[in-house]
């Protein structure tokens, strides 16, 4: 049975883009057919991180919520760009990073109940196992349908006071939208902090699982969003813990 998975964080710069992209990989060197799709259309972002240019994006996901396109036309096949070799597919579907195309969305829209649509065609005429959704920061209507339809949700934070009070905004919600599995993920995390004390905070203050503490990596801001860590790394252990969570996902 196909799964859903959003990866949402209440605000930027938590590395959501980036734990998505990961995750992706790690199942789709499961040997599963993954669809990753970037819902974040006022900064898109992810298509960096699998190396896809804008000279290749004939179609991207405001096409196909414009009517231009079939969600399936908007897809590309960013297998062979990752730098490994992996036993499944990882099909991308970006967003537009044109900004007469960001503007027009800021301008005049589109009617978000398309996207449950194009998630749906997009696990079935992709055939995939696990559609992943990198979400917008904060919280609108698009990221609430993302939200309510997934079988996983993953919100990541950072232990810092704010990221702390808009996590426990986006924790209660998706318990009203009665989201099956929701978990956090704990990330950039000064190693002077001590992780499981960290865990324990979290899971206390939400009463929610953590999935992972992961530690502030040097590796990763020195990647600079050039490739996908857990395949340069694999053996780091950001990359372990990443690995523990797709093996959750995977469940």
Not at 93 to 102: A, F, N, T, V
Not at 126 to 131: C, E, I, M, T
């Amino acid at each position: 049975m196909s799964r859903i998975v959003s990866v949402h964080s209440f605000r930027g710069g938590t590395g959501k883009s980036n734990t998505t992209a990961n995750l992706t990989a790690l199942l789709a060197a499961r040997g599963l057919r993954v669809g990753v799709v970037d819902t974040d259309i006022q900064s898109p972002g992810i298509h960096v991180l699998f190396g896809l240019t804008e000279d290749e994006m004939t179609n991207s996901l405001n096409d196909y919520l414009w009517g231009k396109c079939g969600i399936e036309e908007a897809a590309y096949d960013v297998t062979a760009k990752v730098g490994a070799e992996i036993s499944g597919r990882i099909f991308l579907i970006p967003s537009s990073i044109k900004p007469g195309e960001i503007a027009k969305v800021l301008r005049e829209g589109y009617d978000v109940y398309m996207l449950q649509n194009g998630f749906q065609d997009a696990v079935s005429k992709l055939k995939l196992d696990v559609l992943m959704i990198d979400t917008h920061p904060g919280l609108n209507e698009e990221t609430l349908l993302s939200i309510a339809i997934s079988d996983f949700l993953l919100i990541i934070m950072r232990p810092d006071n704010q990221d702390y009070q808009g996590t426990g905004v986006t924790v209660e919600i998706a318990r009203r939208l009665n989201v099956p599995n929701l978990s956090l993920i704990v990330n950039k995390v000064p190693q002077v902090f001590d992780p499981e004390a960290v865990r324990a905070r979290v899971e206390s203050t939400y009463d929610t699982d953590v999935a992972a503490v992961l530690p502030h990596s040097d590796e990763m801001m020195a990647l600079a969003s050039s490739g996908i860590f857990v395949l340069k790394f694999p053996d780091h252990p950001v990359a372990l813990a990443l690995r523990k969570v797709a093996d959750y996902l995977n469940s």
